[in-house]
């Protein structure tokens, strides 16, 4: 039988203090003329709305983790979140010594069916106060998200292709966060695109051309 490893202190790994390790995931989405929005589920003990996370179990995967939460905190399958940043201020959370791995998604609004009961799509400006250091896990996630969306258009493909070049521009600016300008924004986008032959009219005037991501 191998002995019990023991470091150079003499000590083993469980004479050590270890935190609870926890998985929480920002689900960013955009719901049709809205503003960025984040999924939220309610605390089955006290009743907040915070983002669906859960403690990892012992031998579990942390991805396992995650779709757990998913599941049985907002009732949300088919999602594939990937890891955003590691939390891990001690006190961060007020239950105790509470590791986070934070993931994230981007989806469209429309792969989101919520029991309203248990879970909700808030815009992320009135997602705070947050338990559990969540807010900071949201500020991050979309940081992170704007960071994208200003080099590339649509990246997490939160629209339908084909799209006009009005409908993108609301969108980034619905993520961003800010107005864009209209003739700023297509120069930079248009080099980045596809246009294909479907034209969309709204309205008088000449059809708008609608695109593709490349």
């Not at 049709?32 to 179990?57: K, N």
């Not at 500020?139 to 084909?162: H, K, M, Q, T």
């Not at 009219?201 to 490349?214: E, I, L, N, S």
């Amino acid at each position: 039988m191998t002995s019990q490893y023991r470091d150079a202190a003499g000590k083993r790994l469980t004479d050590y203090p270890r935190p609870s390790v926890a998985v929480d995931t920002a689900v960013l989405t955009v719901p049709v003329g809205g503003a960025l929005s984040v999924l939220q589920v309610r605390d089955a003990v006290d009743g907040y709305w915070r983002l669906p996370g859960t403690f990892v179990h012992e031998g579990e995967r942390l991805a396992a983790a995650v779709l757990r939460s998913l599941a049985t905190k907002a009732g949300v399958t088919g999602l594939a979140p990937e890891q955003l940043h590691v939390f891990d201020d001690p006190s961060r959370d007020d239950r105790g010594w509470v590791l986070s791995v934070a993931h994230v998604d981007v989806v469209p609004a429309a792969s989101l069916v919520l029991d309203d009961e248990r879970a909700r799509v808030v815009p992320v400006a009135s997602a705070t106060g947050m338990v559990h250091g969540h807010d900071d896990i949201v500020e991050f996630a979309v940081a992170s998200l704007r960071s994208l969306y200003s080099a590339a258009p649509d990246p997490r493909g939160l629209l339908a292709e084909p799209f006009t070049m009005t409908e993108l521009r609301r969108l980034h600016e619905a993520v961003r966060g800010e107005a864009l300008l209209p003739d700023s924004f297509r120069r930079a986008m248009v080099p980045l695109l596809a246009a294909t032959d479907a034209k969309r009219v709204d309205g008088p005037g000449k059809p708008a051309t609608r695109y593709r991501r490349r």
